[in-house]
């Protein structure tokens, strides 16, 4: 996809398969567009739901990844410079919205 096409890139419950999430994250704020949102839906490993779905898919060998909030939200602000905006957990896992921030955005 071309560069800044998406107003909004939503990645619910899949992020934990990705295989390289930096790759992914990368790419996802490429084709985001200045103003758009990423919206990233995932199982929080700490919650008991999260645990289950963690040793089925250890059971299965799908070499899943599960980030709490905190540190999903660090990797994205610190390593990959997008804005975190919010997150908010649920009963079966947590959203978090991201933009790019400002000084990221092309002339």
Known sequence: ???EYFDTIVASLSFHHFRDHDKGLEEMKRVLKP???LIIFESNPITTRGKVLILIENLFH?????YEPFQLSKKLSE???????????????YFLIASKR???ITP
């Not at 799908?62 to 599960?66: E, L, R």
């Open 79 to 93: 390593e990959h410079s997008l804005k975190v905006i919010s997150v908010d957990s649920i009963s079966i896992g």
């Open 102 to 104: 400002k000084d990221e």
């Open 1 to 3: 996809m071309p560069d």
């Open 62 to 66: 799908t070499g899943a990844k599960f």
């Open 35 to 37: 103003s758009g949102r």
